[in-house]
Structure formats: structure tokens, C-alpha cells
Nanobody, 121 residues
């Protein structure tokens, strides 16, 4: 059983910052890629940022230069620091855990319950 618990969402004005955190627990030793996905209203869920166990990050184009993903393997946590937020960053953010062999683009692996991020203009 794998459990992912997110925290840190909220309401922020455009240009502001938020930090999301996710704690993973359970049988996670074979799941080496952690990431954050966003589902905006009326849209499909899409990857925002991911990071391998070795610490190699991968960002969606819209996140590059503004967001930073990090993880602590000892604590089984992954964080997403979001700066210079824009209204289009609004959505429900989900923590994800998966084998890196599955890549980042598919709906796969374990998901948290989601945390709402709302950026006002």
C-alpha cells in the first residue's frame, strides 16, 4: 500500500509564491520517480515537474525558470517551490510516485488526493 499526502496549496496573488510538499509512505522502494501534476478546470491532468531518485529534474515548459522541484530520499518527500505564479498556474496539484521506466507523460502510478492552488490576477 502506497500513500501520498500533499500540503501547501492555497490562494495567492499573481507574482507570489507557494511551496507544495508531499510525503510518501508504504511500499515505495521500487517507485523511484516523484512528480507534481496539475489539473486545471476543464483540462486533462498534465505534468508540471518530476524528479528521479538520483535528483535529476524534468520540467514542463511553463514551469521552467519559475518552479523548482526537490526531494529528500531519506524522508520520502518531494517539494515544489513555485515562484512568479500566474493565473494559468491555477489548478489542483497532485503528487505522483511511479517507476522512472514509465516516463512522465502517462497517467500512471500512485496519486495523492490533490491540493488546490489558486492564483488571482
Amino acid at each position: 500500500q502506497v500513500q501520498l499526502v500533499e500540503s501547501g496549496g492555497g490562494l495567492v496573488q499573481a507574482g507570489g509564491s507557494l511551496r507544495l510538499s508531499c510525503l510518501a509512505s508504504g511500499s515505495i522502494f521500487s517507485l523511484d520517480a516523484m512528480g507534481w501534476y496539475r489539473q486545471a478546470p476543464g483540462k486533462q491532468r498534465e505534468m508540471v515537474a518530476g524528479i528521479t531518485r538520483a535528483g535529476n529534474p524534468n520540467y514542463a515548459d511553463g514551469a521552467k525558470g519559475r518552479f523548482t522541484i526537490s526531494r529528500d530520499n531519506a524522508k520520502n518527500t518531494v517539494d515544489l517551490q513555485m515562484n512568479s505564479l500566474k493565473p494559468e498556474d491555477t489548478g489542483v496539484y497532485y503528487c505522483n510516485l511511479r517507476p522512472i521506466t514509465m516516463g512522465w507523460g502517462r497517467e500512471y502510478g500512485y496519486w495523492g488526493q490533490g491540493t488546490q492552488v489558486t492564483v488571482s490576477s
